[in-house]
C-alpha cells in the first residue's frame, strides 16, 4: 500500500490489479506528469472521492436510526485566534429542526462520546477525550415544559431539563478526570424561553487543566450542501442545484481546544507536527454475569464502538452499503484488513455514476491518490503526489515500521493558520484547508471535479465547475472558540412561499460566510493556487519519469 515506506509494508494490503499493461501505463503517466499539471497534484489533494454531500449524515442503515449517537462531521484546525492550539469539532445528531420540542435535543445518557488523537501512525488513539452526560429534570411530575420561564443562566430554576458531563483524558493507558459535573448548554427553545443564547454558551465553555477549553451543547449545523445529490446526481439536471439542504437545521455540538504539545508525539509539536483525527461514539450495554461469580456481582458495563468519523464523506459515499455499519465499528489500525472497503478507495464507485448520468469518462485506477489523502496521509515517498504535508512518516520521532494504512482526518500542526482561507483549502493555495485538517468553512465542491479527471489533466469539467452551486454556510462562523455558529431558532418549513432563512445571529441573518471565507470559483483558484503553493513551500507535482 502506498505510504508505508517499504515494499514489504505496502504488501499489508492487496491493492486492486489492473491488468499488466494497464498498470505500466497508469503508473508510467503519474511518472511523467509536468508542471503543466500542477494544478491537477492540488486537486487531488483536496479531493474525497464523492459529490458535495451531507457529510456523514445517516451514512449507515444502523445509525440512521439512531441520531443521538450519529457523527456527522469532524473538524480538525489550527485555531485561527490562538495558533498555539488546535480546536476539534465534533457534531451529532443531524437534522434537528429548530422547534422540535417538546423534548428538543440531548446527548445520550448511556453513551460516550470520543474524540481520538494518533500521534504515532499505528491507527491506535495515543489520547482520547471522552464525554459522558447525565439527564435530569427539576419537575417531571407535575411539568411537560422543557423549560418553565424564561431561563437566563445554566442553573436558572426555570430550566426543567439538564445536563451535566464529566471529561476524562485517556493518554498511554491512564485516564484521569478533566472535568466533572460541569453543566452542557440545553437546547435553544427560542426567545421567549431563550433571550440571549449566546450569554449561556458563554456559561458553557470551560477551561481545562494546563490550559485548553471545551464546549458542549447546540449550534447550527456547519455543513452547507445541496442532497438532492442523491437524486440520481440531480437526476442529470444542474440547472436544479443551488439549494442548502442543511440550511435552517441545528446539530449537538462536542468542541474541544487544546495547546498542540498535549497532542503531539512526545509532547513535541514542533520535531512531532502531524496527528490524525477521528471521532467515535460508543454505546453501554450488559454482559449477564455468572451465577457462579464468588463476589455475587451483577453484569458488568460494556461499550461498543457505534459510530465513526474522521475523513468526511467517506463511510457515506466510499463505503458500499454491505460494510457501511460494520466500519462504524472499526478502528483505522483495522481499516487494512478490510479488502472490499479497500477496494473502493482504489476503485470508487462514484466515477461511474457520473460516468453513467453526465457521461464523463471515469479516470482509470487503480487511484493511488486517493488511497494517499485517506490511508496514509501525504508525503513524497507516500504515494504519487511528491509532497511533504500531513503523512505521520514526518515526525521525526515517530517508528516508520509501526506505521499503518488508516483512514485518518490529519493534521499538520506546523502549518500556521491563513490569513485569507479559501473554501477550497490546499486546491486554492491554501495549505492550511482541507484535506490538511478541516476547518468549518471548507468546501468539498472539488470532490467532483478531481473525481471525474480534473485531478489527471488539470482541467476542469466546464459541466459541473459549479459544483453544487452551495458555496459557503447561510450564516457566518465564530471569530472565537467554539467557532461554530448559534443555533437556528425559526422553523425550517416555514411553508408556501417562505423564502430564506432565520437565526438567532440577526446581524449575520442569511449571509453567506465572512470575508475572509468568501467563495471563489475554482477556475480562477487552481492558477492561485500553483504560484502560492509553490511560495509556502508545499509545492505539489508529480514525480517526474527518473523521481
Given at each position: 500500500?502506498?505510504?508505508?515506506?517499504s515494499?514489504?509494508?505496502?504488501?499489508?494490503?492487496?491493492?486492486?490489479?489492473?491488468?499488466?499493461?494497464?498498470?505500466?501505463v497508469?503508473?508510467h503517466?503519474l511518472?511523467v506528469?509536468?508542471?503543466?499539471?500542477?494544478a491537477?497534484?492540488?486537486?487531488?489533494?483536496a479531493?474525497?472521492?464523492?459529490?458535495?454531500?451531507?457529510?456523514?449524515?445517516?451514512?449507515?442503515?444502523?445509525?440512521?436510526?439512531?441520531p443521538?449517537?450519529d457523527?456527522?462531521?469532524v473538524?480538525?484546525?489550527?485555531?485561527?485566534?490562538?495558533?498555539?492550539?488546535?480546536t476539534?469539532v465534533?457534531?451529532?445528531?443531524?437534522?434537528?429542526?429548530?422547534?422540535?420540542?417538546?423534548n428538543?435535543?440531548?446527548?445520550?445518557?448511556?453513551?460516550?462520546?470520543?474524540?481520538?488523537i494518533?500521534?504515532?501512525?499505528?491507527?491506535?488513539?495515543?489520547?482520547?477525550?471522552?464525554?459522558?452526560?447525565?439527564?435530569?429534570?427539576?419537575?417531571d411530575?407535575?411539568?411537560?415544559?422543557?423549560?418553565?420561564?424564561?431561563?437566563t443562566?445554566?442553573?436558572?430554576?426555570?430550566?426543567?431539563?439538564?445536563?451535566?458531563?464529566?471529561?476524562?483524558?485517556?493518554?498511554?493507558?491512564?485516564s484521569?478526570?478533566?472535568?466533572?459535573?460541569?453543566?452542557?448548554?440545553?437546547?435553544?427553545?427560542?426567545?421567549?424561553?431563550?433571550?440571549?443564547?449566546?450569554?449561556?454558551?458563554?456559561q458553557?465553555?470551560?477551561?481545562?487543566?494546563?490550559g485548553?477549553?471545551?464546549?458542549?451543547?447546540?449550534?447550527?449545523?456547519?455543513?452547507?450542501?445541496?442532497?438532492?445529490?442523491?437524486?440520481?446526481l440531480?437526476?442529470?439536471?444542474?440547472?436544479?442545484?443551488?439549494?442548502?439542504?442543511?440550511?435552517?437545521?441545528?446539530?449537538?455540538?462536542?468542541?474541544?481546544?487544546?495547546?498542540?504539545?498535549?497532542?503531539?508525539l512526545?509532547?513535541?509539536?514542533?520535531?512531532?507536527?502531524?496527528?490524525?483525527?477521528?471521532?467515535?461514539?460508543?454505546?453501554?450495554?450488559?454482559?449477564?454475569?455468572?451465577?457462579?461469580?464468588?463476589?455475587?456481582?451483577?453484569?458488568a458495563?460494556?461499550?461498543?464502538?457505534?459510530?465513526?468519523?474522521?475523513?468526511?464523506?467517506?463511510?457515506?459515499?466510499?463505503?458500499?452499503l454491505?460494510?457501511?455499519?460494520a466500519?462504524?465499528?472499526?478502528?483505522?489500525?483495522?481499516?487494512?484488513?478490510?479488502?472490499?472497503?479497500?477496494?473502493?478507495?482504489?476503485?470508487?464507485?462514484?466515477?461511474k455514476?457520473?460516468?453513467?448520468?453526465?457521461?464523463?469518462?471515469?479516470?482509470a485506477?487503480?487511484?493511488?491518490?486517493?488511497?494517499?489523502?485517506?490511508?496514509?496521509?501525504i508525503?513524497?515517498v507516500?504515494?504519487?503526489?511528491?509532497?511533504?504535508?500531513?503523512?505521520?512518516?514526518?515526525?521525526?520521532?515517530?517508528?516508520l515500521?509501526?506505521?499503518?494504512?488508516?483512514?485518518?482526518?490529519?493534521?499538520?500542526?506546523?502549518?500556521?493558520?491563513?490569513?485569507?482561507?479559501?473554501r477550497?483549502?490546499?486546491l486554492a493555495?491554501d495549505?492550511?484547508?482541507?484535506?490538511?485538517?478541516?476547518?468549518?468553512?471548507d468546501?468539498?465542491?472539488?470532490?467532483?471535479?478531481a473525481v471525474?479527471?480534473?485531478?489527471?489533466?488539470?482541467?476542469?469539467?466546464?459541466e459541473?465547475?459549479?459544483?453544487?452551486?452551495v458555496?459557503a454556510n447561510?450564516?457566518?462562523?465564530?471569530?472565537?472558540?467554539?467557532?461554530?455558529?448559534?443555533?437556528?431558532?425559526?422553523?425550517?418549513?416555514?411553508?408556501?412561499?417562505?423564502?430564506?432563512?432565520?437565526?438567532?445571529?440577526?446581524?449575520?441573518?442569511?449571509?453567506a460566510?465572512?470575508?475572509?471565507?468568501?467563495?471563489t470559483?475554482?477556475?480562477t483558484?487552481?492558477?492561485?493556487g500553483?504560484?502560492?503553493l509553490?511560495?509556502?513551500?508545499?509545492?505539489?507535482?508529480?514525480?517526474?519519469?527518473?523521481s
Open positions: 500500500m502506498p505510504g508505508s515506506g515494499a514489504d509494508r505496502r504488501s499489508a494490503v492487496k491493492v486492486p490489479q489492473a491488468r499488466p499493461r494497464s498498470r505500466r497508469l503508473e503517466s511518472l506528469l509536468g508542471t503543466t499539471t500542477l491537477a497534484g492540488l486537486g487531488a489533494m479531493l474525497a472521492p464523492s459529490l458535495s454531500a451531507a457529510s456523514s449524515h445517516r451514512e449507515a442503515p444502523l445509525i440512521a436510526g439512531d443521538r449517537a457523527n456527522t462531521d473538524y480538525a484546525f489550527t485555531s485561527p485566534d490562538k495558533a498555539d492550539t488546535v476539534v465534533a457534531n451529532s445528531i443531524p437534522m434537528e429542526e429548530p422547534n422540535g420540542g417538546p428538543f435535543y440531548a446527548f445520550g445518557d448511556d453513551m460516550r462520546y470520543n474524540i481520538k494518533d500521534n504515532t501512525g499505528d491507527g491506535v488513539a495515543d489520547v482520547t477525550y471522552s464525554w459522558r452526560f447525565r439527564s435530569s429534570y427539576r419537575d411530575a407535575n411539568q411537560f415544559l422543557y423549560n418553565t420561564g424564561q431561563v443562566s445554566l442553573n436558572d430554576p426555570d430550566l426543567n431539563f439538564r445536563q451535566v458531563y464529566d471529561l476524562v483524558v485517556t493518554t498511554g493507558g491512564r484521569r478526570t478533566l472535568l466533572s459535573g460541569v453543566p452542557a448548554a440545553p437546547s435553544s427553545t427560542r426567545q421567549a424561553s431563550m433571550p440571549d443564547y449566546a450569554a449561556l454558551r458563554k458553557a465553555a470551560f477551561g481545562l487543566p494546563g485548553g477549553k471545551t464546549y458542549t451543547g447546540q449550534a447550527e449545523d456547519p455543513f452547507f450542501a445541496d442532497l438532492r445529490v442523491f437524486d440520481l440531480y437526476g442529470g439536471d444542474l440547472s436544479e442545484r443551488g439549494q442548502d439542504t442543511l440550511a435552517g437545521y441545528n446539530v449537538n455540538t462536542i468542541a474541544i481546544q487544546v495547546p498542540k504539545k498535549q497532542l503531539a512526545k509532547v513535541n509539536s514542533f520535531r512531532n507536527p502531524v496527528i490524525g483525527v477521528w471521532s467515535t461514539t460508543d454505546r453501554a450495554g450488559v454482559t449477564a454475569a455468572d451465577s457462579r461469580d464468588k463476589k455475587g456481582k451483577g453484569g458495563k460494556q461499550w461498543k464502538q457505534v459510530s465513526r468519523l474522521g475523513n468526511p464523506l467517506v463511510n457515506e459515499v466510499v463505503v458500499p454491505k460494510f457501511k455499519d466500519f462504524n465499528t472499526l478502528n483505522p489500525s483495522q481499516d487494512r484488513t478490510i479488502q472490499p472497503v479497500v477496494d473502493r478507495v482504489y476503485d470508487p464507485i462514484l466515477p455514476l457520473v460516468h453513467q448520468v453526465y457521461g464523463v469518462p471515469a479516470p485506477t487503480p487511484r493511488n491518490d486517493l488511497a494517499e489523502i485517506y490511508l496514509t496521509g508525503c513524497k507516500c504515494g504519487p503526489i511528491t509532497a511533504d504535508l500531513n503523512a505521520h512518516r514526518l515526525n521525526k520521532d515517530a517508528a515500521r509501526k506505521i499503518v494504512p488508516a483512514e485518518e482526518l490529519r493534521l499538520n500542526m506546523a502549518v500556521p493558520p491563513a490569513a485569507r482561507p479559501q477550497l483549502g490546499v493555495g495549505p492550511a484547508g482541507f484535506p490538511n485538517g478541516r476547518r468549518l468553512a468546501d468539498v465542491d472539488i470532490s467532483l471535479q471525474v479527471g480534473a485531478a489527471r489533466t488539470g482541467v476542469l469539467v466546464p459541473l465547475a459549479d459544483g453544487d452551486k458555496d447561510e450564516v457566518r462562523f465564530g471569530a472565537s472558540f467554539p467557532y461554530v455558529a448559534l443555533p437556528h431558532t425559526k422553523n425550517v418549513n416555514r411553508g408556501p412561499g417562505a423564502t430564506g432563512r432565520s437565526a438567532e445571529q440577526a446581524a449575520t441573518e442569511n449571509t460566510a465572512s470575508t475572509a471565507m468568501k467563495p470559483r475554482a477556475a483558484l487552481v492558477g492561485a500553483v504560484l502560492l509553490g511560495v509556502g513551500g508545499f509545492r505539489l507535482r508529480r514525480r517526474g519519469k527518473d
